[in-house]
């Protein structure tokens, strides 16, 4: 027999009816969830102990921007409701890491952090802090040691934290966006290659449009950008070094050559040519050096995504009559269609998690679309006129393409949406954008 202390043998009741009351849930977010409302976030303007100056603004100032940025990237995920730093009250350093949680009434999620420097060149450090309200504890913290003018990479950091904790999935802000710039009347646009943080912010033009640039794709380890060059009668495959400013030839040929892609570990470029009336996908070193052919089927093949472990290639054939989606090993071997729709289906990309094919379907309208690799569950996830090239973000959960307006003074533009197809927003560009390429998350 089991004998019971007497002290312990009356908390025992307590404490079985304290199990019995069911623990409150921790605070999350279901990014499959289209009904669920959103998640209310404060976000104050990080304080300072010492308002002193950098080549970026005073810290004081940084804390109000660098909140402001946290507040707009969670904003434009479509999950989360934040309130910035306008719209509530300011906060003491004391408070940085003891909330006073009476005082944040109807949020359910608080954000609070520190910007210190020693001033001048001096690097800065943010401080960020992510708490639940109700059960009034701490859920994260992270601290980010940057040079001033890196300021908005701290505050993306920072949006990457709260939006991991919170959903449970990787996070895509703290990233970078490629794409054509186009200008002036649609019989002579000028294309510039462009590159921009997540946001729109830190916008760059690579090129000067004295030579029509297409199809830019970030290398995996971010160094550089690979695109497509048209000038006079020549077509040229070009790596750009974004450090160095500088770019080496890959390819060029009097052929048409376009929708050059890198493998996933930045050995090789695919890209697809057209010969005789025959369009093909050649895959050649990134360094350079004679190409090879993937493909020969009468017709045109183009495209060509790897899959992320680079043992398949996804890409688009019309050899059935009409646009269709094909698998094939990355050495061209075992071609098998996996589309089998209504309507036409182009510009494959294969998700960075490696579980859906997104597209352009082209049924009347060109329309952005996911299905799984073996074609199955096939879903449209927008609804204009001319929607197409997706692009992943470096998480998988949302889609970048460029819209197109109808009529002749119609342009184009950068957009994004989740998997739910419900969260869309476009991008802010200084000009009409086209060919939007999302780079894998910045270190």
Sequence with gaps: MIRIAPIAARLLPLLLAALAIPAQAQLSVDVTDESASNLKIAIPAMPTDNAVATPAGTTAELGQKIAQVIADDLRGSGLFEPQGPAGVRTISVGEVNTPAYPGWGGFEALVQGYVRSAGGDSTITVGCYLYDVALKSELSRQGYVVPPGEWRSAAHKCADLIYARLTGESPFFNSRIAYIAESGPKDRRVKRLAIMDSDGANHRFITNGQSIALTPRFSPDYSSLLYVSYIQNKVRIFVYNLDKRTQRLVTESTNPTFAPRWSPDGRHILFSMAIAGNTDIYRVPAMGGTPVRLTSAPGIDVGGSYSPDGTKIIFESDRSGTQQLYVMNADGSSQQR??????????????????????TKISGDFKIAVMTPQGEN??????????EAPSWSPNGRILQFFRTSPGRSGGSQVWQVDLTGVNERRLPTPLSGSDPAWGPLLP
Aim: hydrophobic residues 30%; aromatic residues 12%.
């Design 378 to 387: 096939e879903r449209i996830l927008t609804n204009g006129w001319q929607d």
């Design 338 to 359: 996996i589309s089998h729709g209504g309507g036409r289906y182009a510009t494959p990309e294969w998700s960075p998690r490696g579980d859906l094919i997104a597209f």
